[in-house]
């Protein structure tokens, strides 16, 4: 539903993809980008009709507020009147609509719930939805409702019925250390699945456990050191998070209950944490290699093929953008030294002259921080199991997603026997770490590379052109007849869409292809 990007970022060749569903965009008039939108909200105009108040918003005035030229929209909990913003949608008009005068939390969240609506809205700020009491369904005796939520027992019930078993928790102590312990009771569980942030006295664990996270959520009762440890018994599912004591003393209790604690709860919203910069470096002539630190107490590995969101403050307004980070593993010809620790993220990043974010981003300098998200993404690593050919396809900095994909495949899939990468540019200049990727498929003989470029100089002895059946007919071929194979494409849409199509021409079924598309 609603949207961040303007029309000139990313711009309408952008190359950076993430792995999310896809959506499609509509033309804005002159002078409805994402900046003329921030100029509106600070030139102190009235834009939700109300002088300034804010109201309690019951549900049947919320329904009254249906039309384009008055357009209230519900999201949890808070009313915005977003008919001024109508025009400035990049999504379009009708998709604003599909939730006027209701509740659109739940369209919001299947679209971008990154989206930082509360900051890109706040000037239409009608007010707050009025509290309707909740009615507990299917229960023999009547249990009590507080301020409209229900007790934790019935929500835990409800999620037994739709989705995982609800994790527990326990805690023990030494003389200088304090392990939470908790049981998710599943077996897929793996370092990836915990994210942990300590800020200040607040204490929070997320595990994430399918379509939901099981929340711990404390301050703590004493203070804690700064590093911070986890570990996975994957087979039985089992997190240990150690603490250290900042004095050696006894705890009577562990801390006192936060938003969400000891509740399993479906995936919504995103928690950030400020990530230091230290250090970028130009990789081509418009692409940089961002290097940013974790907070000392902060846990978050990014799973293969998902991707962050990184949140700066321009103008006013928070915006935000999704970047899939690399690996380390081609870093070894970057001029300044690669620091090999799992504090560290690294993301390869196109800068936009003309753009709104990645100027901002560039601009940064050393020591100064982002903000940057819980991982999202829907890559499952269950589609390399018994893989022998890994095919990716990419253009430009829809190579991001690959590098740790084929990282992963040449050092973790015993079955595999090709993994081909055919990596489409513009231009020689554009192709992101050439000589590494030329390096490796010489070091194993599992890699080939090919890079297409499409506006090659006179010099240019490589395939030419733009992604097409020729191209791919010849370059798709199994390494044996029936062979299991994955193909994965990421790029700019039109690139992407007329892939998945040349690639289901040549009889490549839907589970035999993966897209990342922004």
């Not at 509106?40 to 384009?68: A, C, M, P, Q, Y």
């Not at 509740?263 to 940013?292: M, N």
């Not at 090709?418 to 200049?429: A, G, I, P, S």
């Amino acid at each position: 539903m609603l949207n961040v990007p303007s029309q000139s970022f990313p711009a309408p060749s952008s190359q950076q993809r993430v792995a999310s569903g896809g959506r499609s965009k509509v033309p804005l008039k002159q002078g409805r980008s994402l900046m003329d939108w921030i100029r509106l909200t600070k030139s102190g105009k009235d834009l939700t009709g109300l002088k300034g108040r804010l109201i309690e918003v019951t549900e049947e005035e919320l329904k009254k507020h249906n039309k384009k030229d008055d357009c209230w929209i519900c999201i949890r909990g808070l009313v915005y009147n977003v008919s001024p913003y109508m025009e400035y949608h990049p999504g379009g008009e009708d998709e604003l609509m599909k939730a006027a005068g209701s509740d659109g939390t739940d369209l919001f969240d299947q679209v971008h719930r990154w989206v930082n609506y509360e900051s890109m809205l706040k000037e239409c700020l009608v007010g707050r939805m009025a509290i309707k009491p909740a009615v507990p369904k299917d229960y023999r005796e009547e249990k009590k409702v507080v301020n409209g939520m229900l007790p934790k027992s019935q929500v835990t019930d409800a999620l037994a019925k739709e989705g995982p078993r609800s994790p527990s928790y326990d805690w023990f102590q030494t003389d200088s250390l304090v392990t939470i312990v908790i049981y998710t009771k599943q077996k897929d569980i793996n370092l990836d699945s915990v994210i942990v942030d300590h800020q200040d006295d607040s204490f929070r664990a997320e595990i994430i456990i399918k379509d939901y996270s099981y929340i711990i959520h404390l301050g703590l009762s004493h203070e804690i050191q700064e590093d911070l440890s986890v570990r996975v018994v994957e087979n039985v599912g089992k997190i240990e998070i150690v603490l250290k004591k900042k004095e050696n003393t006894s705890w009577k209790r562990l801390g006192h209950p936060l938003e969400n604690h000891d509740s399993l709860v479906p995936k919504k919203g995103l928690h950030y944490r400020k990530c230091q910069l230290i250090s970028k470096e130009g990789v081509t002539h418009d692409t940089k290699l961002f290097c940013l630190m974790l907070p000392p107490s902060t846990h978050l590995q990014v799973p293969i093929g998902q991707h962050v969101y990184l949140k700066l403050p321009i103008t006013g307004t928070e915006i935000v953008k999704p970047y899939t980070p690399v690996s380390d593993f081609l870093l070894s010809e970057v001029k300044e030294p690669v620091i090999l620790n799992n504090k560290y993220i690294y993301f390869l990043i196109k800068i936009y002259p003309a753009g709104l974010f990645t100027p901002e981003l560039d601009h940064l300098q050393i020591g100064d921080f982002v903000s940057v998200s819980n991982p999202e993404g829907n890559f499952k690593i269950s589609q390399f199991q018994e893989l022998e050919d890994l095919i990716l396809l990419a253009a430009g900095t829809g190579f991001t997603p690959m590098v740790k994909i084929l990282t992963y495949a040449l050092t973790n899939i015993p079955s595999l026997r090709k993994v081909k990468l055919m990596f489409f540019n513009k231009t020689e200049d554009d192709i992101i770490w050439r000589s590494q990727l030329e390096k490796l498929a010489f070091k194993d003989k599992r890699f080939d590379v090919e890079f297409v470029v499409s506006a090659p100089t006179s010099e240019w002895n490589g395939k030419r052109g733009h992604i097409s059946p020729a191209l791919l007919s010849e370059f798709l071929k199994r390494s044996l007849d029936k062979s299991k194979v994955l193909v994965c494409i990421c790029g700019p849409t039109p690139f992407t869409e007329q892939g998945i199509r040349l690639l289901h021409d040549l009889n490549f079924s839907k589970d035999e292809i993966h897209s990342f598309t922004a």
